[in-house]
């Protein structure tokens, strides 16, 4: 596949072509990235967007002797193809593949294992510092996007650029896009910024124009000061990073691959902290993607004529925007909360039918948690939809801001769990660990789309903070009754030789593990907490007696999760503990089935487990 971009030695022979060439060399690449990804599934519409900047950056950079970033890092396809990796685009995201992020064991040109946004500003001041400490003269290039830059953790960095006035060159790839529409005043700034090459063209002139006089006094010069202020004011709507203590180059045409050299050389040039602002288009080259950049941004396996994927089942993320459209109509109070990801969190048609009762704050997860206690102390009842991984980021929002006032915010957390291909990064296996901890919040996991409806219901009429958290993937449904109170849990099945509580997404495997265990002759029951804080202690106690093992099994942590809960009200008791989960260590990219198999979280690993156990 692509015999023409297997004949070049990358990076090297970028430094060797003409502006022609590399804009041929673009066209190529973007064929085999859609090529590519329609067969193996992936992030599309960003690395599609990021071509032209990627070839100039290694045009003009000598990485891995000068760093080169990426913030999030589902854009580096490109950048893995230029050093050296195009062979490895088979297995992309599969289980012993390449990662469809930056991964250090990879490459020396992948800096960071990265996968969260807003980052990179921060990691390459860093390497920057080090670098003027260590007296190297390597450049820093720390790449960014828009709806990254929404993160308050980009300004925290450009403010400390700025005050330490370091060599570092912060490119700015701006294409009006996060994974749903960007918004917030940030990207409507940028969106303003368009006749900045006006004030660059006047502020050039003005130079040349001084340099032809001799002498000033300071009254003159003073006023000249003055002026160009005015001038910057007048022209650049919001010239905040300079005011940030950076030096602004752009708007840039971020796909002309010529602009885009001669401005990385000049930054360069330039001492102290630079930001180029490149403008480009979110999948570009493939008509598809350019018009729905969003249904792109990640996506499966797909048909490159007609854009088609493979019907999709029902997901628990679109069963609970479902849900949350449906109390709306009777809940006066209830608003909704998402950190850049409508469409992802299942919120698109809550958007379009109640667009006055939903809150898209941009790529900051911290602040829509706050955002939601201030929502809630005002009397209203805030969802907040957020996958697990990147929720981690509110840790300290969730215990001061919710937690401590003791205001009934209900967090809905998305994509819990291993959720296969994107790996280590975006897997959401910490959620249940972190949240123990935490004082007053009261947590479920749905075993099915009937139980999470009932815990929406439940989580709107409690006067507690209340987290929810279910997986990504197929919403089932099983045949049982559903009863959700905070404290009490569910017998599913009962048996005389073991106990199985088995957490949300892991009460199926559990279920078909004891049917594997009755053709071995052992009588398993299973049970589901529904709750795993707080826990059922008596029914754990209960069902404890009499057997001589309690096993758990949950789709977290087993370090701080519901096991070690399990374990800690049994630790008196004559029946054994034995806890199934994630070990602690970083999980891999591969499907959720091939994880689950591998770590034993699937019927027959947990049946297997079981029977191992029970002879020791």
Same mark, same amino acid.
């Given at each position: 596949?692509?015999?023409?971009?297997?004949?070049?030695?990358?990076?090297?022979?970028?430094?060797?072509?003409?502006?022609?060439?590399?804009?041929?060399?673009?066209?190529?690449?973007?064929?085999?990235?859609?090529?590519?990804?329609?067969?193996?599934?992936?992030?599309?519409?960003?690395?599609?967007?990021?071509?032209?900047?990627?070839?100039?950056?290694?045009?003009?950079?000598?990485?891995?002797?000068?760093?080169?970033?990426?913030?999030?890092?589902?854009?580096?396809?490109?950048?893995?193809?230029?050093?050296?990796?195009?062979?490895?685009?088979?297995?992309?995201?599969?289980?012993?593949?390449?990662?469809?992020?930056?991964?250090?064991?990879?490459?020396?040109?992948?800096?960071?294992?990265?996968?969260?946004?807003?980052?990179?500003?921060?990691?390459?001041?860093?390497?920057?510092?080090?670098?003027?400490?260590?007296?190297?003269?390597?450049?820093?290039?720390?790449?960014?996007?828009?709806?990254?830059?929404?993160?308050?953790?980009?300004?925290?960095?450009?403010?400390?650029?700025?005050?330490?006035?370091?060599?570092?060159?912060?490119?700015?790839?701006?294409?009006?896009?996060?994974?749903?529409?960007?918004?917030?005043?940030?990207?409507?700034? @940028?969106? %303003?910024?368009? !006749?900045? $090459?006006?004030?660059?063209?006047?502020?050039?002139?003005? #130079? &040349? /124009?001084?340099?032809?006089?001799?002498?000033?006094?300071?009254?003159?010069?003073?006023?000249?000061?003055?002026?160009?202020?005015?001038?910057?004011?007048?022209?650049?709507?919001?010239?905040?990073?300079?005011?940030?203590?950076?030096?602004?180059?752009?708007?840039?045409?971020?796909?002309?691959?010529?602009?885009?050299?001669?401005? @990385?050389? %000049?930054?360069? !040039?330039? $001492?102290?902290?630079?930001?180029?602002?490149?403008?480009? #288009? &979110? /999948?570009?080259?493939?008509?598809?993607?350019?018009?729905?950049?969003?249904?792109?941004?990640?996506?499966?396996?797909?048909?490159?004529?007609?854009?088609?994927?493979?019907?999709?089942?029902?997901?628990?993320?679109?069963?609970?925007?479902?849900?949350?459209?449906?109390?709306?109509?009777?809940?006066?109070?209830?608003?909704?909360?998402?950190?850049?990801?409508?469409?992802?969190?299942?919120?698109?048609?809550?958007?379009?039918?109640?667009?006055?009762?939903?809150?898209?704050?941009?790529?900051?997860?911290?602040?829509?948690?706050?955002?939601?206690?201030?929502?809630?102390?005002?009397?209203?009842?805030?969802?907040?939809?957020?996958?697990?991984?990147?929720?981690?980021?509110?840790?300290?929002?969730?215990?001061?801001?919710?937690?401590?006032?003791?205001?009934?915010?209900?967090?809905?957390?998305?994509?819990?769990?291993?959720?296969?291909?994107?790996?280590?990064?975006?897997?959401?296996?910490?959620?249940?660990?972190?949240?123990?901890?935490?004082?007053?919040?009261?947590?479920?996991?749905?075993?099915?789309?009937?139980?999470?409806?009932?815990?929406?219901?439940?989580?709107?009429?409690?006067?507690?903070?209340?987290?929810?958290?279910?997986?990504?993937?197929?919403?089932?449904?099983?045949?049982?009754?559903?009863?959700?109170?905070?404290?009490?849990?569910?017998?599913?099945?009962?048996?005389?030789?073991?106990?199985?509580?088995?957490?949300?997404?892991?009460?199926?495997?559990?279920?078909?593990?004891?049917?594997?265990?009755?053709?071995?002759?052992?009588?398993?029951?299973?049970?589901?907490?529904?709750?795993?804080?707080?826990?059922?202690?008596?029914?754990?106690?209960?069902?404890?007696?009499?057997?001589?093992?309690?096993?758990?099994?949950?789709?977290?942590?087993?370090?701080?999760?519901?096991?070690?809960?399990?374990?800690?009200?049994?630790?008196?008791?004559?029946?054994?503990?034995?806890?199934?989960?994630?070990?602690?260590?970083?999980?891999?990219?591969?499907?959720?089935?091939?994880?689950?198999?591998?770590?034993?979280?699937?019927?027959?690993?947990?049946?297997?487990?079981?029977?191992?156990?029970?002879?020791?």
């Amino acid at each position: 596949m692509n015999d023409y971009l297997r004949g070049f030695t990358f990076p090297d022979d970028l430094k060797k072509m003409s502006y022609d060439e590399l804009e041929l060399l673009s066209y190529e690449l973007r064929d085999f990235i859609v090529e590519s990804v329609s067969e193996t599934g992936g992030h599309l519409s960003s690395n599609l967007g990021i071509v032209e900047i990627t070839i100039a950056l290694h045009k003009c950079f000598d990485a891995p002797y000068d760093k080169i970033i990426f913030d999030v890092g589902h854009q580096t396809y490109i950048h893995k193809i230029l050093t050296g990796r195009i062979d490895g685009f088979s297995s992309l995201r599969k289980m012993g593949g390449i990662s469809g992020f930056p991964k250090k064991s990879e490459s020396e040109f992948d800096l960071f294992d990265t996968g969260h946004s807003s980052n990179s500003i921060s990691l390459g001041l860093g390497m920057a510092a080090a670098r003027d400490i260590k007296n190297e003269k390597n450049k820093v290039v720390s790449v960014i996007g828009d709806g990254a830059m929404t993160g308050g953790l980009a300004f925290e960095a450009l403010n400390n650029a700025g005050n330490m006035n370091t060599d570092l060159i912060v490119l700015l790839n701006d294409n009006g896009m996060s994974i749903s529409g960007n918004t917030g005043g940030l990207s409507k700034s @940028l969106g %303003r910024i368009t !006749s900045a $090459e006006n004030y660059i063209h006047a502020k050039t002139s003005v #130079k &040349k /124009g001084l340099s032809k006089v001799p002498v000033f006094g300071e009254g003159v010069i003073s006023g000249i000061h003055k002026a160009k202020e005015s001038i910057k004011y007048a022209v650049i709507d919001g010239i905040i990073f300079e005011e940030l203590g950076l030096k602004y180059l752009g708007p840039i045409n971020g796909h002309d691959i010529k602009e885009m050299c001669e401005t @990385l050389e %000049r930054a360069k !040039s330039m $001492e102290g902290p630079v930001l180029i602002h490149a403008v480009t #288009k &979110k /999948g570009k080259g493939y008509s598809k993607a350019e018009e729905k950049p969003n249904v792109f941004h990640g996506i499966g396996p797909f048909n490159p004529e007609t854009g088609e994927t493979k019907a999709s089942s029902v997901s628990y993320s679109s069963v609970f925007g479902r849900k949350l459209s449906e109390m709306t109509e009777d809940c006066g109070n209830l608003v909704a909360i998402t950190a850049a990801m409508t469409d992802g969190v299942g919120l698109k048609d809550f958007a379009k039918k109640y667009p006055n009762r939903i809150y898209d704050v941009g790529i900051a997860e911290e602040h829509a948690v706050s955002f939601a206690a201030g929502l809630a102390k005002g009397g209203l009842k805030p969802f907040v939809a957020i996958y697990s991984t990147f929720l981690q980021r509110s840790y300290d929002e969730i215990i001061e801001d919710v937690c401590l006032q003791k205001l009934p915010v209900v967090l809905c957390i998305d994509r819990a769990g291993v959720v296969g291909a994107d790996g280590e990064t975006h897997h959401g296996i910490f959620d249940l660990a972190y949240l123990k901890s935490m004082p007053g919040i009261e947590v479920m996991a749905p075993r099915d789309e009937k139980q999470l409806c009932e815990m929406m219901e439940y989580a709107y009429s409690a006067e507690v903070p209340c987290a929810i958290r279910y997986p990504r993937g197929k919403a089932i449904s099983l045949d049982y009754e559903v009863s959700v109170a905070p404290g009490k849990a569910q017998v599913l099945r009962d048996g005389e030789d073991v106990a199985i509580w088995a957490v949300g997404a892991m009460v199926k495997p559990a279920l078909d593990a004891a049917e594997i265990l009755e053709e071995k002759g052992i009588s398993a029951a299973v049970i589901d907490p529904v709750f795993t804080k707080p826990a059922d202690e008596t029914l754990i106690r209960e069902m404890a007696a009499g057997r001589k093992l309690t096993v758990t099994v949950e789709d977290g942590v087993v370090s701080g999760g519901f096991g070690e809960t399990v374990a800690g009200i049994l630790s008196d008791s004559a029946c054994r503990t034995v806890m199934i989960g994630w070990p602690d260590k970083f999980i891999e990219h591969g499907t959720q089935e091939q994880l689950y198999k591998k770590y034993g979280l699937d019927a027959e690993g947990i049946a297997e487990r079981i029977i191992i156990e029970k002879e020791a």
